[in-house]
């Protein structure tokens, strides 16, 4: 069975701070992802990786980077937290083969005050 | 870009009763799939359908693909407590899958 963890299933930063979320799958996936969502809105891209040291933006950049430096693991980055960014954090891997089913681990809520 | 579409936002029925969620992509896509999304959970994927017309069924769930290939449905018979949840379609963009805003699904019992 796949096995995508996060880091961490809640968590709680102030304005301004430094915040990394980290992502970890089991199944040697090419392909990594961030998704924030939010009621009402879906599922939404922050950035993918397709590869080690590669990235991509997706729908929604702005304000976050990602970092991926091993196949297995794919960080999401808020170099200054603001409230706007409250919300539950998703991550995803898959392979970089036709199937495009994403496997999802439990997701981060984060609350930013 | 592409869009992905879905209705309803929102459906409370009573157990027992159908329930049917509908996706509708801008682009023609070359498969579409659906998950589930517990309440506190995670998505899960269900199904993926890529042939035009294609009908596949998993218990009491039904998926269609239209035969353009730009919309699709899920259809659960005889709802069950167990189905609460909110489903997602997703569709392929380059890379990346492009998902619906989801349908939540509450079933009263």
């Known amino acids: 069975d796949v096995k995508v963890t996060q880091s961490s299933r809640y968590l709680v930063k102030r304005t301004g701070e430094k915040v990394f979320l980290e992502c970890v799958q089991d199944m040697d996936h090419e392909n990594m992802f961030w998704y924030r969502q939010d009621p009402g809105l879906g599922l939404r891209l922050i950035y993918f990786s397709y590869d080690v040291k590669m990235k991509e933006k997706g729908d929604i950049p702005e304000g976050y980077s990602v970092s991926r430096e091993k196949k297995e693991r794919f960080s999401l980055i808020l170099e200054s937290a603001s409230t706007n960014q409250t919300s539950m954090y998703l991550c995803a891997s898959r392979t970089g083969t036709e199937s495009y089913e994403q496997y999802f681990g439990p997701g981060t809520r984060l609350t930013v005050t | 870009g592409q869009q992905v579409m879905q209705i309803p936002q929102y459906q409370h029925v009573q157990e027992g009763e159908d329930f049917t969620t509908y996706c509708n992509s801008s682009?023609?896509?070359?498969?579409i799939q659906w998950y589930k999304q517990r309440p506190g959970g995670h998505p899960v994927f269900l199904i993926q359908?890529?042939?035009?017309?294609e009908v596949k069924k998993q218990k009491r769930l039904t998926f269609q693909f239209g035969e353009a290939k730009k919309n699709s449905s899920l259809h659960i018979t005889a709802t069950q407590t167990t189905d609460v949840g909110t489903y997602f379609c997703a569709g392929p963009w380059g890379n990346k899958l492009v998902f619906g805003a989801g349908t939540i699904l509450r079933v009263k019992s």
């Open positions: 359908l890529v042939k035009s017309g």
């Open positions: 682009t023609t896509l070359s498969n």
